[in-house]
Each structure stands twice: as C-alpha cells, then as structure tokens.
C-alpha cells in the first residue's frame, strides 16, 4: 500500500470510532456530520479489508482487528501530535550549547567578546566558539553551520537573512607625538604616513597590492579618491587590533572605526582625532542561514545580541 495514496485523518476517525462504539457519537466528538462519519467508516473498512466495527445488541462492536489496530494507531497519533506541537521556547539559564559566530577582530574585540563576558555568569551552560573570517566559508554559512557572521560585507546573498548591528563613523588613531595633531587638515593628513586595516565578507583575503604596487581601495580610500586624493600607506594589515601597536610609531596614522578606536584608547595612550574628510559610515550586519532562522536558541541569540549592540555607544 502507497501510503501517500491513504487519508491519514481515517486513522483519526477509526480511534474515536473505537472509543464511541457509534457512528453519530464519534461524528460529534469529531464536528463532522453522521453521512461523513459514515462514509468514513465505508473507506476504512475498504483499506483494511476488514468491517472494523460491527453492530451487535444495539451498539458497535469492534473487530479483532480493529483492537489489534488501536494500540498502533495510539502510537501514531501520539507521534504526529508531537512533531506538530510548537517547539519549547529556549532557556538559556538550564540550555547547553556553543554558538558559533564569525567575527572580524573589531567587531570580536567591541561587540562579540564584551557580550560573552555578560553571558558567562547569567547562564554556565552556554559557550562560544569565535571564528574570524578567514575560517569561515559561504558554503558553511548555507550550512547552518555557524550561527552568525558579524561584519561589513561587500555583497550578500539573497537567501541569507540579516540585521543591521550598527553604524559606526571613522576617526583617525594615532600617537600623541603626532604631528597631525597640531595640524589636523586635509593637507597634513595626505603628507603623513598610514595603516591601511580593512577585512570584509568571509574567506581568505587576497593581498592588497600586486607587483606594479597599485592597491585596492577600501572604505577610507575610496573617499580620497572622490576628491582626487590618495594617501601614503607603509603598513597593510588585516587585523584592527595590531593598528594599536603600530601606531606606536609617532609618525603613523590609522583610520579606523570610531568603537574599534575607543576601545584602543582605553588601553593605550593613544589618542583619536576627527577625519578631515567625508567618509560613507560603516554599517555592520549580522548576518544567519534561512536554515536557523526558526530555530528557538537562534532566535534568542539574534534578539540578545542585538539588544546588547544597542548599548555600545559610538562616542
């Protein structure tokens, strides 16, 4: 028998006909009317080849085989009822699990990290696991397989959902010994010396300059290059974090997010100062597989971190 040619309901129908013992009982407890009981009785017998119920001393009584049926049919009903009820909301305080979440080094050191530390007390059986973009694969996003990619990205596919985190302006980061400071124009910012940190989307990072020493833009360069400018860069690097140990050198300057360049001053001595031109601000996505979009523990984390986003201010 193909079971996609079988009306599950008659297995419903047959349980409460066993249970009543009558065919407008069992159309009652059902809100159908007796003929469509009674039709269903008809079918039920034609797929079991059995008559099922059989009227006796003014009531139906069930066959042999309509009683071996019963317990299976339980079973089933059972089965069906729990794969169909709505799926216990997450509890984070008894939940055990590790989210997995792919974060660039700016976004792992002013967002990511600072929510792990409120969490690890509130709820012991949560843990993290933080990739950086370079672990992480589009194919392992479509998988499901990491929770949340965190970044800038340059394009998204269409099937992914998404949020925005936040948006965040540049400053410039630098040394006190700097002489931007003292000057800090268009003029003295072309003459000086700059750390180009940039990391994007997923995946490997191919390498900015090539061997006739043109370079890719960035965020920050392309600004410069609506005004007809370029600025001189010594240091690459991929990594927001080193920008703060480079600029330990008095005549390097970095241009960084405003967060990213906050947090560095709250560890150094370094010092921020305002950009002298119009850059577009950074928006910040997270982004998470259609896969998990429903998924209970999903939809808490979504709603935590983001919340938790709103908190970190940009000044």
Known sequence: MNIRNVDLNLLVYLNVLIDEQNVSKAANKLALTQPAMSNALKRL???????????????????????????????????????TQPSDMFDPTTGELTFRIMANDYLESTLVAPFITQQ?????????????????SLQDMEKGSID?????????????????????????????????????????????????????????????????????????????????????????????????????????????????????????????SPVPFQIVPIEVKMLWSPLLHHASPHLWLRRELQAFANTIADR
């Open 45 to 83: 017998r034609d797929l079991f080849d059995d008559p099922l119920l059989v009227r006796a001393a003014g009531s139906m009584t069930p066959t042999a085989k309509a009683l071996s049926l019963k317990p299976e049919i339980e079973a089933l009903l059972k089965m069906a009822e729990a794969i």
């Open 120 to 136: 690890l007390n509130k709820h012991p059986g949560l843990n993290f696991d933080v990739l950086s973009p370079s672990d992480v």
């Open 148 to 272: 949340l990619a965190i970044n800038r990205f340059n394009g998204l596919p269409r099937s992914f959902h998404q949020a925005s985190v936040w948006r965040d302006n540049y400053c410039c980061l630098m040394h006190p010994a700097n002489p931007y400071l003292k000057q800090p124009d268009l003029e003295q910012y072309l003459a000086s010396e700059h750390i180009w940190v940039n990391r994007a989307g997923w995946g490997a990072e191919a390498a900015v300059t090539n061997k006739s020493g043109s370079q890719k833009l960035g965020w920050v360069d392309e600004a410069l290059w609506q005004l007809e400018q370029t600025r001189h860069i010594r240091v690459f690097t991929r990594h927001y974090m080193v920008a703060s140990l480079l600029c330990q050198a008095p005549q390097l300057i970095a241009t960084l997010p405003r967060r990213q360049a906050m947090l560095l001053t709250k560890h150094t001595e370094l010092v921020i």
